[in-house]
């Protein structure tokens, strides 16, 4: 390939390039400024699939009598309070919010900003601030030392240790050929339960089945983590 040529399809690709810039800005505005758009509910600016999703708006380019109008390309944005929105997002991936504002005259794009997506985190059991998988070991010693038990999402979504609540849960390991069970009325341990748990052996696997109750007072049961104590 001659150095002509090449310096000709690098001009085309450049041009395709800045065309569809220019198109992309004719559709959608430019790109807003970082502080334009802010999400409230993730510390580090993410959305999350299934849940609501709180964005605050500060474009110095709206004026106080103009109406905020939102397009987005993954869930809808509806109006909660002051210059706050609240955003769904359908499914992980990307979304673009593209944002509008509509005078008594005319509506006119702001611009854009593209936000990712993520899924939500499986709940996961936290026993005295380790946090155990479905399938894992744990010392004797952090059981015995544990008031009580917690459900852990994740720290980047603000509010979600209030997701769930353990209503109750039950500790369980066999014994002579059958299946020992010891109930809790709440998240926190019996007497009983740690004595049961300071006189197992080493290499005993245990189970923890827990009931948890969201906030519209729905209950069930999460997945039983099956644990090694050593």
């Known amino acids: 390939m001659s150095l002509k040529y090449f310096v000709f399809l690098l001009t085309i690709f450049q041009s395709t390039i ?23 509910s993730s510390k580090s600016g993410y959305l999350y699939s299934g849940i609501d999703n709180f964005i605050k708006v500060r474009s110095h380019y709206v ?16 109006h909660d309070s002051g210059q706050v929105y609240l955003l769904i997002p359908e499914r992980p991936g990307k979304v673009r919010l593209t944002l509008y504002a509509k005078s008594d005259y005319d509506t006119i794009i702001i611009g854009y900003k593209h936000f990712i997506v993520k899924r939500i985190p499986k709940p ?5 601030n380790t946090i155990i998988q479905t399938s894992d070991t744990l010392m004797k010693n952090t059981l015995l030392t544990c008031d009580s038990l917690k459900v852990f999402f994740s720290d980047d979504i603000i ?4 997701w769930l609540k353990i209503k109750e849960f039950s500790l369980g390991y066999n014994y002579g050929g059958f299946h020992v069970s010891h109930f809790n009325p709440s998240n926190k341990f019996t007497e009983e339960t740690k004595h049961i748990i300071r006189y197992l052996g080493p290499d005993r696997v245990i189970s923890i089945r827990l009931t948890v109750e969201s906030e519209g007072m729905i209950t069930r049961q999460l997945p039983i983590y099956r644990i090694t104590i050593y």
């Open 63 to 78: 004026k106080t009598s103009d109406t905020i109008l939102f397009k987005s390309t993954n869930g809808d944005v509806l």
């Open 124 to 128: 996961q059991l936290v026993v005295n």
């Open 159 to 162: 509010g979600s240790d209030k």
């Open 18 to 40: 800045i065309a569809e810039s220019l198109q992309a800005q004719g559709r959608y505005g430019s790109p807003l400024k970082e502080d334009d758009l802010t999400i409230l």
